[in-house]
T-cell receptor
Framework: QQQVKQSPQSLIVQKGGIPIINCAYENTAFDYFPWYQQFPGKGPALLIAIRPDVSEKKEGRFTISFNKSAKQFSLHIMDSQPGDSATYFCGGGATNKLIFGTGTLLAVQP | NAGVMQNPRHLVRRRGQEARLRCSPMKGHSHVYWYRQLPEEGLKFMVYLQKENIIDESGMPKERFSAEFPKEGPSILRIQQVVRGDSAAYFC???????????FGPGTRLLVL
């Protein structure tokens, strides 16, 4: 009930490609779904977040697609750049207690 | 506005010693969260505190771990009698209120020899 499953574990794309990272949750009480980006040796930084009353949210090159009935959501990075190479974590829960996925290591090749 | 501050950034302890990790939330933030990140794993929620109160400690190990957020000063995560399995990165996050985004600090990397 408390898990957030994230896939793939790692992902390699060419510059300009559109990496897609998927997450699935179990607890229907979750009402907040953020994505965090983490560079080596740094703390996670919030990229974008969504609540279950919308199916899509876009901020710059980052888009979250949310499927409430399937309990799944995904992150799409448009026109990916080498600087996007990082680990991405999805999260679910309430804002006071987040359950995170295990992370996706993204490498964007020049 | 300075971000979330954590110190030390790196901490080395021998088995059996105590580790004290400090977190200063962003200015105006009264909610603090601690997470642990083991190598090759995601972030695991440990505890959520408001000033002088522990709100949710469901992710804290039952023994040796404690946390506080006093009226004055930083939040402290304390690990007594550390073991090698405690080696991890410990992240603190803060938010201005319950419904707001959590902002993470740079983490403290604990190594237990």
């Amino acid at each position: 009930q408390q898990q957030v499953k994230q896939s793939p574990q790692s992902l390699i794309v060419q510059k300009g490609g559109i990496p897609i990272i998927n997450c699935a949750y179990e607890n229907t009480a979750f009402d907040y779904f953020p994505w965090y980006q983490q560079f080596p040796g740094k703390g996670p930084a919030l990229l974008i977040a969504i609540r279950p009353d919308v199916s899509e949210k876009k901020e710059g090159r980052f888009t979250i697609s949310f499927n409430k009935s399937a309990k799944q959501f995904s992150l799409h990075i448009m026109d990916s750049q080498p600087g996007d190479s990082a680990t991405y974590f999805c999260g679910g829960g309430a804002t006071n207690k987040l359950i995170f996925g295990t992370g996706t290591l993204l490498a964007v090749q020049p | 506005n300075a971000g979330v501050m954590q110190n030390p950034r790196h901490l080395v302890r021998r088995r059996g010693q105590e580790a004290r990790l400090r977190c200063s939330p962003m200015k105006g933030h009264s909610h603090v969260y601690w997470y642990r990140q083991l190598p090759e794993e995601g972030l695991k929620f440990m505890v959520y505190l408001q000033k002088e109160n522990i709100i949710d400690e469901s992710g804290m190990p039952k023994e040796r771990f404690s946390a506080e957020f006093p009226k004055e000063g930083p939040s402290i995560l304390r690990i007594q009698q550390v073991v090698r399995g405690d080696s991890a990165a410990y992240f603190c996050a803060s938010s201005p209120s319950l419904q707001e985004t959590q902002y993470f600090g740079p983490g403290t990397r604990l190594l237990v020899l």
